[in-house]
């Protein structure tokens, strides 16, 4: 997934490139709108690997105790209505190393799901930005439009962590209990 989505960064790298060419030369609509479209796009991609990549190292070690990272009983009930269960192995994983048993002991994936659920809220909140863009472009509504589509999506994202630890938390905690008996 890493490598997929450093090439969609890269692609969308070039593109804006193109069409800021293009956008200064011409600065008709079709240029106005594939530069718009393009900046669009290539933000919601640079900005997560920025999040993902240089902010998200830096969160090390995150109490998973907080009250921050405990599902409440209103959740529980909402990801069943969601069933989350049915669909949440159709998302990707950016690196999957992060959470696998075979690398890491029940507490640092606990761990390792609390950074990605706040890189994912931060990511939530910066899709807003593309907001600003209006200011330039105007057509204010297809950038509401594409940063609540970009909310939704990470929503998803920040849903399945919440949903995945709370079940890692309470076998971790079963475990714990069995070895000290």
Same mark, same amino acid.
């Given at each position: 997934?890493?490598?997929?989505?450093?090439?969609?960064?890269?692609? =969308?790298?070039?593109?804006?490139?193109?069409?800021?060419?293009?956008?200064?030369?011409?600065? $008709?609509?079709?240029?106005?709108?594939?530069?718009?479209?393009?900046?669009?796009?290539?933000?919601?991609?640079?900005?997560?690997?920025?999040?993902?990549?240089?902010?998200?190292?830096?969160? &090390?070690?995150?109490? =998973?105790?907080?009250?921050? &990272?405990?599902?409440?009983?209103?959740?529980?009930?909402?990801?069943?209505?969601?069933?989350?269960?049915?669909?949440?192995?159709?998302?990707?994983?950016?690196?999957?190393?992060? &959470?696998?048993?075979? /690398?890491?002991?029940?507490?640092?994936?606990?761990?390792?799901?609390?950074?990605?659920?706040?890189?994912?809220?931060?990511?939530?909140?910066?899709?807003?930005?593309?907001?600003?863009?209006?200011?330039? &472009?105007?057509?204010?509504?297809?950038?509401?439009?594409?940063? /609540?589509?970009?909310?939704?999506?990470?929503?998803?994202?920040?849903?399945?962590?919440?949903? $995945?630890?709370?079940?890692?938390?309470?076998?971790?905690?079963?475990?714990?209990?069995?070895?000290?008996?």
């Amino acid at each position: 997934m890493k490598n997929l989505f450093n090439t969609l960064v890269a692609i =969308s790298t070039i593109l804006i490139l193109l069409s800021l060419i293009l956008f200064n030369s011409s600065r $008709n609509k079709l240029s106005t709108a594939l530069f718009a479209t393009f900046l669009t796009v290539w933000y919601h991609f640079f900005m997560r690997l920025i999040i993902g990549n240089v902010i998200g190292p830096t969160l &090390f070690h995150v109490d =998973s105790s907080n009250k921050w &990272f405990r599902q409440t009983e209103l959740e529980n009930k909402l990801y069943k209505v969601l069933q989350v269960k049915d669909w949440k192995k159709f998302l990707p994983t950016y690196d999957s190393s992060l &959470f696998d048993l075979k /690398i890491h002991d029940l507490d640092s994936i606990i761990n390792n799901m609390c950074q990605a659920e706040l890189i994912h809220e931060l990511v939530f909140i910066l899709s807003l930005v593309p907001i600003a863009f209006s200011l330039y &472009f105007g057509d204010l509504y297809i950038f509401v439009i594409t940063s /609540i589509i970009a909310m939704m999506l990470e929503l998803c994202f920040i849903i399945v962590q919440r949903y $995945n630890r709370e079940r890692l938390v309470k076998l971790n905690v079963k475990l714990k209990r069995r070895h000290i008996r």
